[in-house]
């Protein structure tokens, strides 16, 4: 019997970056509607926090590509983030960033999966 483990922290960062790059494409969208939604950049923030935890643990163990592909997609977004919080200027970095970071934890959760079987 074989004993398969959860890359729990890819799985995380899969999910918080593919949440994050839909409300940074869905929400601008809704900002549109008479609904009084205004965009806080902290819950970007929030998204890029969880994000970078989860890499910190990722990148300990995974290969170079993996690793650079994640370091540099999650400078993207952190330039993004603290250029709206702080200079009040929007950059699409976001996007770039967030879709690095799903192509990245993908990546490395299919060199673990293929690793444990």
């Given at each position: 019997m074989?004993?398969?483990t959860t890359p729990f922290y890819?799985?995380?960062?899969?999910?918080?970056?593919?949440?994050?790059?839909?409300h940074c494409l869905i929400?601008?969208?809704l900002t549109v509607l008479?609904?009084?939604?205004?965009?806080?950049?902290?819950?970007d923030l929030l998204f890029a926090t969880i994000g970078l935890?989860?890499?910190f643990k990722i990148i300990k163990k995974s290969g170079l590509l993996i690793a650079t592909i994640l370091i540099l997609s999650m400078v993207l977004i952190w330039i993004?983030?603290?250029s709206e919080i702080i200079l009040d200027i929007h950059l699409?970095?976001?996007?770039?960033?967030?879709?690095?970071?799903?192509?990245?934890?993908?990546?490395?959760?299919?060199?673990?999966k293929?690793?444990?079987?």
């Open positions: 074989k004993k398969t890819d799985i995380l960062g899969i999910s918080s970056a593919t949440i994050c790059l839909v929400f601008p969208l008479p609904l009084g939604l205004s965009h806080n950049p902290f819950i935890f989860a890499i993004s983030v603290l699409d970095l976001i996007f770039i960033g967030g879709i690095g970071m799903i192509l990245g934890h993908l990546l490395n959760y299919k060199t673990h293929s690793k444990n079987h």
